[in-house]
Nanobody
Framework: VQLQASGGGLVQAGGSLRLSCAAS????????MGWFRQAPGKEREFVAA????????YYADSVKGRFTISRDNAKNTVYLQMNSLKPEDTAVYYC????????????????WGQGTLVTVSS
């Protein structure tokens, strides 16, 4: 599976962005999809995940109520809608695909996109 993330950019605090992650391959629907982020000088952290059938979603406490993860298996794409953005959301955002159950842990994912930069100004 190859993943291509897009949609990052510069936005003011309180604004919104929607990230997209397009996947290649016909097995996209079998993977749990996740979003992680990494701010300068910090470790990569979990943001959100969505199981392969879309039945279960998981969010980091810091983004609950503001971010929404969704997927369109027909388009092989996963999305991250980000609302009410804060300066502390500034990071490179990565999408990932995996088959393991521990969806909040980076090593549960086998495939990673290249990352897209989100910058939130105050």
């Amino acid at each position: 599976v190859q993943l291509q993330a897009s949609g990052g950019g510069l936005v003011q605090a309180g604004g919104s962005l929607r990230l997209s992650c397009a996947a290649s391959g016909r097995t996209f629907s079998t993977y749990t999809m996740g979003w992680f982020r990494q701010a300068p000088g910090k470790e990569r952290e979990f943001v959100a995940a969505l199981t392969r059938n879309g039945g279960n979603t998981y969010y980091a406490d810091s983004v609950k109520g503001r971010f929404t993860i969704s997927r369109d298996n027909a388009k092989n794409t996963v999305y991250l809608q980000m609302n009410s953005l804060k300066p502390e959301d500034t990071a490179v955002y990565y999408c990932a695909a995996g088959l393991r159950a521990s969806v909040q842990v980076p090593n549960a994912y086998s495939y990673w996109g290249q990352g897209t930069l989100v910058t939130v100004s105050s």
